[in-house]
Each structure stands twice: as C-alpha cells, then as structure tokens.
Nanobody
Framework: QVQLVESGGGLVQAGGSLRLSCVAS????????MGWHRQAPGKQRELVAT???????NYADSVKGRFTISRDNAENTLYLQMSSLKPEDTAVYYC???????????????WGQGTQVTVSS
C-alpha cells in the first residue's frame, strides 16, 4: 500500500510564498514521474508541475517563473515552492506519483488527499 500525504497549505496574502510538501510511504521500488495538480472551486483539476526521475521539470504556463518543483529521493518527498502568489492560485493542491511498487511489482498512479491553498487579495 502506498500513501501520499501533503502538507504546507494555508492562507497567504497575494505576493506571499508557501512551500508544499508531499511525503510518499509504502512499498515503493522507484518513482517515475511525480507532480502537483490543483483544483479550484467549480473548475477542473489542472496540472501545475511535474518532475521526472531524471529531474526534468515541466510547468503550467500560469506558474512558470513563480513555482519550483523539486524532490528529495532519499526522503521520498516532493516539494512545491510557490512564490509571488496570486488570488487565482487559490485551490486544493494534490500530489501525484506514477511509481513502481515492490509487491505487487507494477506501475500505478497514486494521489494524495490534497491541501488547501488560499491567496487573499
């Protein structure tokens, strides 16, 4: 069984910063791609950023230059450093991981429960 647990969300003023963390635990052999998605009220879930096992990153245009995704492989932790936050960044942020488990030996997609980020104007 694999679990992804996010933390670090909260209320921040526009222009402020937050750092989200996602800790993965369980029978994990290797991570392929990890990422952050978000869902604002009344909107579809959207991709924010991804990072591959080789460290290649990809960002939504709306967050480029403001958000930075990173990972600590030794600690099985994914981060999202968010700066220059805007009210339109308000959403529930979800951690996602495409990974290979030990038992059973297979590739599966996992999601965390989400953490709320609210940016006030």
């Amino acid at each position: 069984q694999v679990q992804l647990v996010e933390s670090g969300g909260g209320l921040v003023q526009a222009g402020g910063s937050l750092r989200l963390s996602c800790v993965a635990s369980g029978s994990i052999r290797r991570f392929n791609v990890m990422g952050w998605h978000r869902q604002a009220p009344g909107k579809q879930r959207e991709l924010v950023a991804t990072i591959t096992s080789g460290g290649n990153t990809n960002y939504a245009d709306s967050v480029k230059g403001r958000f930075t995704i990173s990972r600590d492989n030794a600690e099985n932790t994914l981060y999202l450093q968010m700066s220059s936050l805007k009210p339109e960044d308000t959403a529930v942020y979800y951690c996602n991981a495409l990974l290979i488990t030990v038992l059973p030996a297979r590739t599966s997609d996992y999601w965390g429960q989400g953490t709320q980020v609210t940016v006030s104007s």
